[in-house]
């Protein structure tokens, strides 16, 4: 499953596909920790193939996610550790 999910953060089109389940997931998460622990991997594994892109072959954000608002798409480029626990 974890290969699966490397190789879908790499794939613009999965990322779309991605970026709509996660919309519909995130508005009924609430506790369920099964869902959060998918949703860390794949940012964690989207990330790191995006950093590890030359910048000249990297695809813009925009790309991947196309209906995100630009303040929104900011955060994703920041590491899960580093994002804080509470809001």
Known sequence: ??????AAAHN??????VNEI?????T??????AVRALIQVFTACFLQRLTAQKPQ???????FFPNVTPCLLTPLLT???EVPREA
């Open 1 to 6: 499953m974890w290969i699966k999910l490397r």
């Open 12 to 17: 613009c089109h999965i990322s779309l596909t």
């Open 22 to 26: 996660y919309r519909n997931v995130l």
């Open 28 to 33: 009924e998460i609430d506790e369920n920790l």
């Open 57 to 63: 072959d990297r695809l813009p954000l925009r790309a």
């Open 79 to 81: 590491e899960p550790s």
